[in-house]
């Protein structure tokens, strides 16, 4: 299994050549992609989005929050803030998901390097 995030899934549906779109297309058609409920919910607030594809997200196996998810992320988050260091909540909580279930992450995003370097979170592809 490995988690997709947002960037990726973007990048993948408007046919970016990168390697985090091939990591999307290769873990979809593989039927090992899963998504993290954060990621679920920023893509279907795109109200742009065909339903289609709203139907595919929907039906991506996810994975649940572990108990004292929400005080991890917490700490993560403070652990990079304090280091002053770009740490989105979202990004926080999508971090937080893949290290609590030991996935590597799907990303296109770089701020998810502070992270891996601290938060040791297994990253599949950068831009």
């Keep these: 299994m490995i988690a997709i995030d947002t960037s990726a899934l973007v990048s993948f549906f408007h046919d970016c050549k990168s390697p985090a779109a091939d990591a999307v297309e ?4 593989q039927g090992y992609g899963i998504l993290p409920p954060v990621v679920l919910s920023e893509m279907l607030s795109d ?4 339903k289609e594809v709203c139907n ?9 929050l572990l108990k004292n ?7 993560l ?3 990079i803030l304090r ?20 996935l590597p992450l ?18 599949e592809s950068l831009v």
């Design 83 to 102: 280091r002053g260091l770009k740490a989105r909540l979202a990004d926080t909580m999508i971090a937080q998901f893949c290290i609590d279930h030991a």
């Design 26 to 29: 290769l873990a979809l058609e």
């Design 77 to 79: 988050r403070a652990s």
């Design 56 to 64: 595919l997200l929907i039906s991506l196996p996810s994975l649940p």
């Design 69 to 75: 998810y929400w005080e991890r992320v917490g700490y």
């Design 106 to 123: 799907i990303t296109a995003d770089a701020d998810y390097k502070h992270f891996q370097r601290y938060g040791h979170l297994k990253l």
């Design 47 to 50: 109200h742009r989005l065909s």
